[in-house]
């Protein structure tokens, strides 16, 4: 028995490195097949642009990281956007004009000399943005992580409300401009390969290439992978179980020696941190910060490609996460004309959100567990839990006298 | 001198009006096993939740090992040698039974974050190390085989058995059983009862029990603490609790004595 599952488990890993290498291999032709995709009849419609790729691949990587708090340690975090936004005024404080009092330069790629500001390479940027970031998610989760469920996911809402709001404002902090106000913070400087790129044939500058689109999503699908892998080496280890644990019971986690605290505040800031370097990667692709970027439908947007993909799943995160931040880049106006070409008035992009709104409710009704359900929940959904356990009339009678459940 | 493994004393927990544990002292001798009986709502399980920092006392000490507990988290208690089941069974259902001894182990092992995403020989090191001695401890506990199942899966008795290898995995000097017998048939309740035994014996344990079952708290403990309304009534080895008129009274009612 216990060897069969071995052996299914280590085929299902094989399967994983085949579909990571073929899916590899497709990132890689994308920008170049892209152009001939488009021209196949009726589905060409639909294939998605380089650049909205971009903005997909992207979007899937806070999944993944959101994916880790809420999936792995069942806290449920209505205020991700959050996380994106301090990625990406990290990356507006450390590689744009916006501080012109000083003039640095630390490897920045494509900016003439003597440019304003400080200017510090992107790629140094990213794990900055990131370490920056978790360093917020410590600082929001000490707090917030003693509450529990619904009251958690309230004051994350909360937070998720706060920091763009501190960003609209901090335009005049006692004087300094913090953020530029609701101008944003814009342009910030591209990722490339600087001097010694170019001197080997490739772009200085992403943003001055011609193929400015192609290396962005080159980069963000190494950076997705990078969170991929960590998500599932992290899932698998000791700080993956006692997560899973505190998701399942945190009283009997507790009392098996997993301090509930800190194990949720790593969640929380490991998780900021895959936000924060992908808030950072996409500003510098869009080249600004704004903080109309960081409404509260961004968190539920996150939140919803990991229900629809599968929570705690994630190939299912992946899947989700793809799928919604296409119609959302571009699916729904493609579907939109395809309809309008037929003469229907008909634009689906006006009803994105009771689009979203009916997927979801969809997917609760028939596939609660998301599109690739976790291990876990597939299990259960096949099987079904014991949960009701006969003896449970013997429990004891008094409300006081229960089994720790104080909540 | 005896050699206390638990002093507990004036432990007192008040739930608004209502006292669930009443200036309690208590002691356990090193290496015993001890029942706590009492009629249902007499406060065992409130004074283990004490014990184990899940409820914080309303006064009152409680000194484990030399070490005073009141007012440490939960981790930290059981970091310390204390190890419980739940009388509701509380396993964490959707992991396999092997991950959920694992768990019983995260206070023992030391892998960290960067460790654990680059594999580093240390950390593999460790947890095929855990591994090996999670998958004993779960033949130990009598759960030779279906260890890659989810918890939740397993068939109840089989869960009652988990329930104490997880505790186990914490390495406890201490071990709280929560009703361990509650819905097993008398044949399971016997070998349980022989592996309680066993337990304390091999790995040099401390045993505390809640228990219904008389046959139980007769069969395994050594020494008896009866609980009433919060209050401790009565204690001393089986022979004498049973003789003792208020138990007796606090179980079947006014009248049934003589």
Not at chain 1, 139 to 157: E, H, N, S
Not at chain 1, 299 to 316: K, P
Not at chain 2, 11 to 25: S, Y
Request: aromatic content about 10%.
């Amino acid at each position: 028995m216990t060897g069969l599952r071995h052996r299914a488990w280590s085929a299902a890993g094989n399967r994983n490195t085949v579909a990571v290498v073929v899916l590899l291999v497709l990132a890689l032709i994308y920008p170049t097949i892209v152009g001939s995709l488009q021209l196949v009849p009726v589905i060409g419609d639909f294939v998605p642009k380089t650049d909205s790729m971009v903005v997909m691949v992207v979007f899937t990587t806070m999944a993944i990281g959101l994916n880790m708090v809420v999936g792995y340690a069942g806290l449920l975090d209505l205020g991700y956007v959050a996380f994106y936004a301090v990625g990406a005024y990290t990356a507006g404080w450390f590689a744009s004009q916006q501080f012109s009092q000083v003039s640095i330069d630390f490897g920045a790629a494509g900016i003439p000399d003597g440019l304003p500001g400080i200017h510090i390479s992107m790629w140094l940027v990213l794990p900055v943005a990131g370490a920056l970031t978790m360093l917020a998610g410590t600082a929001i989760g000490i707090p917030t992580l003693r509450l529990r469920g619904d009251y958690l996911a309230i004051v994350t809402l909360g937070f998720g409300e706060i920091v763009p709001q501190v960003v609209r404002n901090a335009d005049n902090v006692y004087g300094f401009d913090l953020t530029h106000g609701t101008f944003g913070i814009t342009p910030i400087d591209s990722l490339g390969f600087g001097a010694v790129g170019a001197a080997l044939g490739l772009p200085e500058s992403f943003r001055q290439s011609s193929d400015r689109a192609q290396w962005y999503f080159w980069f963000a699908v190494v950076i997705l992978l990078i969170t991929v892998f960590c998500s599932v080496r992290l899932r698998d280890s000791r700080l993956g179980r006692a997560w899973i644990a505190i998701r399942e019971d945190e009283t009997a986690a507790a009392a098996m020696g997993v301090p509930l605290m800190r194990t949720k505040t790593w969640a929380y800031a490991i998780g900021a941190f895959f936000g924060g370097v992908a808030g950072a990667f996409y500003a510098s692709f869009k080249g600004g910060a704004f903080p109309a970027d960081f409404y509260f439908n961004i968190s539920v947007f996150l939140l919803c490609m990991v229900i629809l993909g599968g929570v705690g799943s994630v190939w299912g995160v992946i899947l989700g996460g793809m799928l919604l931040s296409y119609l959302n880049v571009e699916g729904l106006a493609n579907i939109g004309s395809t309809i309008q070409a037929t003469g229907l008035a008909f634009d689906p992009t006006k009803y994105q959100f009771g689009i979203y709104g009916s997927i979801i409710v969809l997917m609760m009704l028939f596939r609660p567990a998301g599109l690739i359900p976790e291990r876990r929940h597939r299990v259960e959904m096949e099987e079904g839990v014991h949960d009701t356990p006969f003896y449970d009339v013997q429990r004891e009678g008094t409300l006081t006298d229960r089994d720790g459940s104080d909540d | 001198m005896t050699d206390h493994l638990v002093e507990v004393t004036q432990l007192r927990k008040e739930f608004g009006g209502l006292v669930a544990t009443n200036d309690i002292d208590f002691t356990v001798e090193r290496g015993s096993i001890v029942s706590l009986i009492g009629p249902n709502g007499a406060g065992k399980t409130t004074f283990f939740n004490q014990l184990t920092g899940v409820y914080q006392p309303t006064s009152g000490s409680i000194l484990f090992d030399g070490v005073e507990v009141v007012g440490m988290p939960p981790h930290a208690i059981t970091a310390l040698g204390i190890g419980r089941t739940f009388q509701n069974i509380r396993l964490f259902a959707q992991m396999t039974a092997l991950e959920n001894v694992l768990v019983g182990m995260h206070s023992c092992l030391h892998g960290g974050i960067l460790g654990s995403i680059f594999r580093t020989p240390k950390v593999r090191r460790e947890e095929a190390a855990a591994r090996e001695k999670a998958r004993e401890l779960l033949v130990y506990s009598g759960l030779p085989k279906r260890h890659e199942e989810q918890a939740g899966s397993l068939p109840y008795g089989d869960q009652r058995r988990l329930e104490v290898a997880r505790a186990l995995a914490t390495d406890p000097k201490l071990l709280l059983l929560d009703e361990p017998t509650a819905g097993m048939n008398p044949q399971e309740t016997a070998t349980f009862i022989a592996f309680v035994r066993r337990v304390r014996d091999e790995k040099q344990l401390t045993v505390l029990l809640i228990e219904h079952d008389m046959k139980v708290v007769m069969g395994v403990s050594e020494r008896c603490t009866v609980l009433e309304y919060g209050e401790k009534i009565a204690e001393g080895t089986p022979a004498v609790i049973q003789s003792n008129e208020r138990v007796i009274e606090a179980y079947l009612g006014k009248g049934a004595v003589g």
